[in-house]
């Protein structure tokens, strides 16, 4: 079992930044894909990005690349979502997850394991 807190998240304006946290307990992460997903009311959960622990290699939607950032704190078993430049259409449940994958996969079904999430509100 993998648990997954994610935190850091709040209300910004359009323009600004945020970085979410989401820290990771119960096994050791190495063989394991995190991956940030989002949700926004009436939508699907939808990839934002993900990182293969081991090797430190990322891979992002591209509707946040360039944006976004995803980056992995070895020591405190933490990933962390840095996002610059908010836009409205940024809003949404951020939720962070994992997967014994050799890959890093845009699919939802793919991840074993869920934070219950956090909310990112970007006010225009």
């Known amino acids: 079992q993998v648990q997954l807190v994610e935190s850091g998240g709040g209300l910004v304006q359009a323009g600004g930044s945020l970085r979410l946290s989401c820290a990771a307990s119960g096994r050791t992460l190495s063989p394991y894909v995190m991956g940030w997903f989002r949700q926004a009311p009436g939508t699907e959960r939808e990839f934002v990005g993900g990182?293969?622990?081991?090797?430190?290699?990322?891979s992002y939607a591209d509707s946040v690349k360039g944006r976004f950032t995803i980056s992995r704190d070895n020591a405190k078993n933490t990933v962390y979502l840095q996002m610059n430049t908010l836009r409205p259409e940024d809003t949404a449940v951020y939720y962070c997850?994992?997967?014994?994958?050799?890959?890093?996969?845009?699919?939802?079904?793919?991840?074993?394991?869920w934070g219950r999430g956090t909310q990112v509100t970007v006010s225009s």
């Open positions: 990182i293969k622990w081991s090797l430190g290699t990322t």
């Open positions: 997850a994992a997967g014994r994958l050799t890959g890093i996969s845009p699919t939802n079904s793919a991840y074993n394991y």
